[in-house]
């Protein structure tokens, strides 16, 4: 059973990964992301068929051409697809690891968080922007993960349990998603001033930050960004050796956010471990 619900988090992985698609060329250009507004080729602007639309399967059998004008079409439409897919299926596997209850609705959180999250990587990557529509989506999942699934960042606020003071859960865990918040918010803008040309942070990011942070806690916050860092110091030292302009920390703070939320437990107990 645990095999088949992991499957099937993948299958609707791709599939979402495959809007998500939509959204990271749509969105930053302002153009429809409406029922009305059906993929069609970048290239030649031909409408894609349903059979010619099948997340991954697609873009392998037409080895990642356009079957009209047999123009290339970008790898990242099949990397987004994978990484969603692999994304739910962890989602998925996690939320029952940790025992995250209820089960479907952790699942869903856990998912939704992940799938935005990869759509701004790739917008901010991009665009060097990370539009408020991703943000408020970020928030909204945050929200009801904060308030439906209090064990993702627990009810313990320095070091006392909200829940021994008649607090309830749902209540408890929001108020560590709002210090999550806050704590989110003022790491960015202490990063800001102190390297703003090369982290190259903007506005959208605080908000991220924001966001992110309703449902990760004051802990995962600190993890996410934490981990942002530690990728972004690795690739500014390759990218200083290969002569090239530094990686922006914009985008790692979205692949940061999912770290934290999926392996955050992990990751604390490893510096723990290692004195860091």
Known sequence: MKEFLAGSAGVLGAIIGSFLNVVIYRLPRKKSLGAT???????????????????ILSYLFLLGRCRHCRMRIAPRYLAVEILCALLFVLAYLRAEVLAWNPLWLAFGVGAAYSAISLAAFFIDSEHDTVPNRLTYALAAVGFLGAIGVPEIHGTRLFGADLLDSGIKAGAASLLNGLLGAAIGAGLVMLLRPLAARRLRLRGGHIRLLVASGLLLGPAGALTATGVALALWAVLGVVSWLRGRSPQALGPLLSLGGVAALLYGGEILEFLVRHDM
């Open 37 to 55: 507004g059906r993929s069609y080729c970048p290239h030649c602007t031909m409408t894609i068929a349903w059979h010619d639309n099948i997340p």
